[in-house]
């Protein structure tokens, strides 16, 4: 039967009423795509397999579709008529476009001027009421909590339990697409540390074997690697510029039941998986989807993580497209020439 998303998929799993509505987007199922070339740069010789989990493919662009069909179809079950929610960019866009779906009312408060151009078209496109917060992600996130607890508005923030329901089905994919067992090891980026949360969940309840999870954070918004909250996080990894993460204690567990490491990498390090991505692979991605390589290819490098005939799985989390500006600046633009043979054959022959 045709993919009609995870609810469908995956409903024995997710805890919905039977009598709840499906918002869904046609969410999931995303590609597990094999990086043969990637994986001779990261580590040669030694029979690595490397697979990217390429979740800018979901329908908004980035794997908070997962969560987001199941904490919209659960708030409208229970008649809510307006969500709400904190965001980066990609929780943002995806709630907007889930709510147009369900006909709700949805209010979204970003960090001024630190949200990716693709993710505010976006939202402002599904019709959000978008607003800008002379503040951090954190400050949004505590101002929504608040606010939801006293007016009758759905917080679809990853504190709701419902968003790690849909988001765990990413582990069950990963198993069934390696054919019925999960990774060695597990390697993506931790902001808000609701992913890293909710793939532990999904492997546990899924029984296809445990993958050591690695996260990778940005050296400077790096909480958890630290140890203490970050006031001014700053990177530009902005899907991960998250000073005091709301799933802390729960990735910590996630990292020591899993035998896991948590590593902090620079924006320059983040760059350069982010360019081998797409030059060796073809895969492009926004900057923070690349943190999770990043931090595999340290932990590789420090002789932590021994990739010899290892399965190791990376998750992209958004795509590139999400950030326009950053791969523009990295890129070199264009050269121009005369509309002429001559001219195009001496580029060519170059
Ligand atoms: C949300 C997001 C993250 C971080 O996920 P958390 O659940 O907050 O740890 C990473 N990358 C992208 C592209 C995201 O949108």
């Known amino acids: 039967m045709a993919w009609q998303g995870l609810i469908q998929q995956y409903r024995a799993h997710i805890p919905l009423a039977a009598a709840a509505p499906v918002i869904t987007l046609n969410e999931g199922n995303t590609p597990l795509i094999r990086a043969d070339r990637l994986a001779e740069q990261i580590a040669p010789g030694t029979g690595l397999q490397l697979y990217l989990k390429y979740e800018g493919l979901n329908p908004t662009g980035s794997f908070k579709d997962r969560g987001m069909t199941v904490a919209i179809s659960q708030a409208a079950y229970e008649g809510a008529k307006t969500v709400i929610c904190a965001s ?158 709301a799933r802390w204690q729960q990735a910590v567990a996630a990292l020591d039941e899993s035998d896991g490491l948590i590593t902090d990498v620079s924006d320059e390090q983040i760059l350069s998986s982010w360019k081998q991505l797409a030059s060796l692979e073809g895969v492009f991605v926004e900057p923070a989807s690349a943190t999770g390589v990043a931090a595999l290819q340290k932990e590789i490098a420090l002789g932590h993580l021994d990739p010899t005939g290892k399965t190791i799985v990376c998750v992209l989390t958004g795509h590139g497209l999400k950030d326009p500006d950053t791969a523009i600046k990295m890129a070199t633009l264009p050269r121009s020439i005369p509309a002429t043979m001559e001219a195009l054959i001496g580029v060519v022959s170059e």
């Open 88 to 245: 980066t960019g990609n929780t943002a866009a995806s709630a907007a476009a889930y709510a147009a779906r369900a006909g709700l009312r949805c209010i979204v408060l970003v960090p001024e001027g630190k949200i990716a151009l693709g993710k505010l078209a976006a939202c402002l496109a599904y019709g959000a009421e978008v607003i800008s917060i002379e503040g951090s992600f954190d400050d949004g996130l505590r101002l929504v909590r608040g606010i939801s607890q006293s007016y009758p508005i759905a917080l679809v923030n990853s504190v709701n339990p419902w968003r790690l329901e849909g988001q765990k089905t990413g582990a069950f994919e990963i198993c069934d697409q390696l054919g019925g067992r999960a990774p060695d090891w597990h390697c993506l980026p931790v902001g808000n540390a609701g992913n890293i949360s909710a793939y532990w969940l999904g492997y546990k309840e899924y029984s296809r074997g445990w993958p050591r999870l690695l996260g990778g954070q940005a050296e400077g918004a790096a909480p958890i690697v630290r140890g203490r909250v970050i006031e001014k996080p700053e990177t530009i990894a902005t899907a991960i510029r998250i000073g005091n993460p």
